[in-house]
């Protein structure tokens, strides 16, 4: 039993017992960037692809029904789209709402901007790298996406991804070792355990789980695939991009196959590109804005722990143990209509993307097809990654606190998926139960028509896989996070996601103890009041 075991007890008692250091309180004045600054780099404008055509966001929602127009493979234009869709600033939040930075909101320094992406806090620690080859439009190397600007940033020039092959080991999926363009995905811990401290290895395993769904969402959308790497050489990938383990994770790959004839142009893996003999690596450095950078022991500790055998790719099959419980059948059971989403892009699905933050209005019930369509699409929703392939195993069970759904009597249920039946838990209202359990002031959940809670068996996947699975059980709870945003967006509902909530509470409201199951998120939602208060920054 390694150490994320200890970590994923800590997580989950953490409304009781506080993680260390416990007395710790973010220096918010010298917090770091919400990116990376890479001064005296190249930058290339990309196009904004407004000129795609639109593509539904059901056929990424509701992957199991079929995806949208099938495309040969990305081009810039699609890259370039899904990256600014996904991480890119698409929007300044300026509504009137009910969480703590809403006073700050007017003055730039302290913008809050939308991305079609959900963020752990809104910090944004994910840094996207392109590693492109001869196959690609532009001149090999490493391009930095520069969110800000939309527009990537030439870190190093030659083809190096040999090497990223080389690191991703000859039992990779087949789809990484045919093409020679990857998206690389570093995390920044700093950027996220200024403000989080030893509870931010947790939040990023959450971040990154949210980008690679919208990805996955997006690419389903226009008839591409996109399933990420996740076991890996690290230390290889840190060296190629220049960053330091400790400081920086690589936490994921995602290779991405290319227009063109399906010819991919090779480079041996002993060519150098640039150096003298060792490996290439990036030389430039990002530039901290922090004049004080704090290490967390625990953030360390959770790194060295999964990363220490990153190679070692479990076989086909190792996650099944790990696999969500079946509804057991009986009991009371409301069956739901068929889950349905309207004929929606999913770029305006994306950038309609927020959080609601207090504006929700229980005048306004839920309808059971709304909620059927929700739930369909969160426990369709899977990494992909190489542990399950084709998203086919099941991971996350779903629970339903129902405060506002018409027809259905208030109480917590249990989503079966098989049979698109809710079957009922804890019967009566949930409401006050669902406010003494959250920590924060910046929703009244009562208000909530629903409030779902997915489950993870995160030690199961940890015996299944090691240590490096705790990365991959959180993330899916992100990209279940991501779907339901999206899943909202599409139907126009108000939607939420926490992360501090007593987890006990709802392991014990639940009768989870003994499963394994954790749950990580609550996720309020509902119709929000008409008529709120906004500020219109794109026409001012």
């Known amino acids: 039993m390694g150490y994320a075991h200890e970590y994923a007890d800590a997580v989950l008692y953490r409304g009781r017992v506080p993680m260390e250091p416990a007395d710790f309180v973010p220096d918010w004045p010298d917090g770091p960037r919400r990116g990376k600054f890479y001064p005296g780099v190249e930058s290339y404008a990309l196009p904004d692809g407004d000129d795609l055509a639109d593509a539904p966001a059901w056929a990424g929602l509701l992957p199991r029904s079929g995806g949208g127009p099938s495309a040969a493979g990305f081009t810039l234009p699609l890259l370039s789209a899904m990256l600014k869709d996904s991480y890119g600033l698409t929007g300044r939040r300026l509504g009137i709402q009910a969480n703590s930075d809403l006073s700050g909101l007017p003055f730039y320094t302290h913008a809050n901007w939308s991305r079609g992406t959900a963020g752990g806090g809104g910090l944004y620690p994910v840094g996207v790298y392109w590693a492109s080859g001869p196959s690609g439009p532009l001149t090999p190397g490493i391009h930095y996406y520069d969110v800000q600007r939309h527009a990537v940033q030439r870190l190093l020039t030659g083809d190096v991804t040999a090497r990223v092959r080389e690191a991703l080991g000859p039992d990779a999926p087949a789809e990484a070792l045919e093409t020679d363009q990857y998206l690389i995905l570093g995390?920044?811990?700093?950027?996220?355990?200024?403000?989080?401290?030893?509870?931010?290895?947790?939040?990023?395993?959450?971040?990154?789980?949210?980008?690679?769904?919208?990805?996955?969402?997006?690419?389903a959308a226009h008839g591409l695939r996109t399933a990420p790497v996740l076991w890996f050489d690290e230390p290889r990938l840190n060296g190629l991009l220049g960053t330091v383990g400790e400081e920086e994770g690589v936490f994921a790959v995602v290779p991405l196959r290319w227009d063109g004839d399906g010819t991919v142009p090779r480079t041996a893996v002993g060519d150098r590109a640039v150096g003298d003999g060792s490996d290439p690596a990036v030389r430039h450095r990002d530039v901290e804005r922090s004049r004080t950078v704090i290490e967390f022991p625990t953030v360390l500790a959770m790194h060295a722990a999964t990363v220490a055998g990153a190679a070692d790719r479990p076989a086909p099959g190792a996650l099944a143990p790990a696999a969500a419980r079946p509804v057991p059948a009986g009991g009371t059971r409301i069956p739901l209509p068929a889950p349905a989403f309207p004929e929606?892009?999913?770029?305006?699905?994306?950038?309609?993307?927020?959080?609601?933050?207090?504006?929700?209005?229980?005048?306004?019930?839920?309808?059971?097809?709304e909620l059927s369509s929700?739930?369909?699409?969160?426990?369709?929703?899977?990494?992909?990654?190489?542990?399950?392939?084709?998203?086919?195993?099941?991971?996350?069970?779903?629970y339903a606190f129902v405060n506002h759904v018409r027809d259905i009597a208030p109480g917590a249920y249990v989503y079966d998926p098989d049979a698109g039946e809710l079957a009922l838990v804890v019967p009566g209202p949930q409401g006050a139960f669902l406010q003494e359990s959250y920590f924060l002031a910046n929703y009244n959940l009562e208000q909530a028509g629903v409030v779902l809670v997915p489950t993870v068996r995160t030690k199961a996947v940890l015996d299944a896989v090691g240590d490096r699975g705790y990365r991959l059980a959180v993330g899916t709870a992100g990209a279940v996070a991501q779907t339901f945003y999206l899943a909202a967006s599409a139907l126009s509902l108000g939607a939420g996601v926490a992360l501090g909530f007593d987890n006990v509470s709802f392991v014990e409201r639940l009768g989870l103890a003994g499963t394994e199951e954790a749950p990580l998120l609550i996720m309020p939602l509902g119709n929000e009041r008409p008529g709120p208060a906004d500020f219109r920054h794109e026409i001012a």
């Open 344 to 369: 929606v892009p999913v770029r305006r699905v994306l950038r309609s993307r927020r959080s609601s933050f207090g504006r929700f209005d229980a005048a306004d019930p839920v309808t059971p097809g």
């Open 187 to 219: 995390v920044k811990y700093w950027q996220t355990a200024f403000k989080y401290n030893s509870f931010g290895y947790h939040v990023v395993c959450t971040d990154v789980g949210t980008l690679v769904q919208t990805w996955r969402v997006w690419a």
């Open 374 to 398: 929700v739930l369909a699409a969160c426990a369709a929703t899977s990494l992909g990654g190489e542990t399950d392939p084709d998203g086919t195993l099941r991971q996350v069970r779903l």
